[in-house]
């Protein structure tokens, strides 16, 4: 029913940037929020970002000043720009996506298959 297919990912040197969009398809009614989180081999899945659809963002302590977040509603897509890309920032970034479809207008979560962003020393 839901889709969200990411991409952009690959290898960069550190302090390069790379940016990732998102792109939700399917039997989309609304969506309320779209981001991005990340999992690094052996950590926990994380925050990175976040926006509203009325374009309120959220990040995470460790991204805070060299992320940013957007999105076009009309598109339904999400994008990270990714700058001053560090080797901690080595990670599989998940899409997620808070979407009602059109037949049962409830929101649930949903998520993308990920795409891996490698950051070189």
């Known amino acids: 029913q839901v889709q969200l297919v990411e991409s952009g990912g690959g290898l960069v040197q550190a302090g390069g940037s790379l940016r990732l969009s998102c792109a939700a398809s399917g039997s989309i009614f609304s969506i309320t929020t779209m981001g991005w989180y990340r999992q690094a081999p052996g950590k926990q899945r994380e925050l990175v970002a976040t926006?509203?659809?009325?374009?309120?963002?959220n990040y995470g302590d460790s991204v805070k000043g060299r992320f940013t977040i957007s999105g076009d509603n009309a598109k339904n897509m999400v994008y990270l720009q990714m700058n001053t890309l560090k080797p901690e920032d080595t990670a599989v970034y998940y899409c997620?996506?808070?979407?009602?479809?059109?037949?049962?207008?409830?929101?649930?979560?949903?998520w993308g298959r990920g795409t891996q962003v490698t950051v070189s020393s």
């Open positions: 997620n996506a808070m979407i009602a479809t059109v037949t049962a207008r409830l929101y649930h979560n949903y």
């Open positions: 926006i509203t659809s009325d374009r309120r963002t």
